[in-house]
């Protein structure tokens, strides 16, 4: 299910994102393309949809929004997301639930 859109690296496990900004409510709609993708109601203005994404992605995998960070796409609607102190088992079973 996940195989191409998580996968660890030395800093963490990476995840593909692929956000829709300025929807009318904040989801993980699934795998579309190798990439999670998920719909967030901030506009991508001065960083609010990529605040909202990373604390989504937080509250999502249970971890404090501090060890998530967008490290690549940061203007993009494409998005490389490091999520540290979580196993790819882990992220896995949690993206599944949530």
Partial sequence: MCKGVIYPTKKGIEINISV?????????MGIHDNSL????????VDGQANAECCRAMAKVLGVPKSRVSIVRGMASRSKVLL?????????????LRG
């Fill in 83 to 95: 999520v540290k102190g979580v196993s790819e088992e882990q992220v896995k079973e949690r993206l």
């Fill in 20 to 28: 829709l900004p300025g929807s009318s409510r904040c989801k993980i």
């Fill in 37 to 44: 993708k998920i719909k967030l109601t901030k506009p991508p």
